[in-house]
């Protein structure tokens, strides 16, 4: 007895997620988490995903650093980060290890733009956490410290800090 079933089209590989997709949504997330808890609409992706400041060029009023496009006197440069799977936590005891490359990443563009480094990186299946350079301990229960560095949930983060703390203090000139 000869069997004479096709069983090539039962399992069908998913498509693979593009690298690119996944982190223009990630971004497009994080914009709107911010937009949510900020009541605005003034956070969006960068054009060019970051570089755009870098790649192109502008007058200084018009250049775009980090991630995302923030309100005008938002307190940090945002540099966003999905998936990396194969990151630990113990990486974050290796300074040669990609988080910290990230971290770098985010220093870099903060000091282009004058402000205070934020990087928000996801894992895939993982909570969003957000990595701030800061002396100052945000009264948040679960943290990671290392060194001048603290690690919270991002949804921890946005909802401890009331709506003033996101930006620094207008000047009068």
Known sequence: MNDDYDLKNLRKKK?????????NAFERKVAGMFNDRLGTKEFARSPGS??????????????????LIT??????CIECKKGYNKIQIYNLLNEKSEIWEFIKQC?????SSGKEPLLIF???RKPIL????????????RKIIINNYRIYLFEDLLNSL????????????
């Open 107 to 111: 220093e870099k563009n903060s000091i």
């Open 71 to 76: 309100p005008e006197n938002f307190r940090y």
């Open 162 to 173: 009331d709506y003033y703390s996101w930006f620094t203090p207008e000047v009068d000139q």
């Open 122 to 124: 996801q894992q895939d």
């Open 50 to 67: 970051g570089a755009f400041a870098t790649t192109h060029t502008l007058p200084e009023y018009l250049k775009i650093y980090g991630d």
């Open 130 to 141: 957000a990595i701030l350079n800061t002396n100052i301990d945000i009264n948040i229960q």
């Open 15 to 23: 498509k693979g997620i593009n690298s690119r997709t996944k982190g």
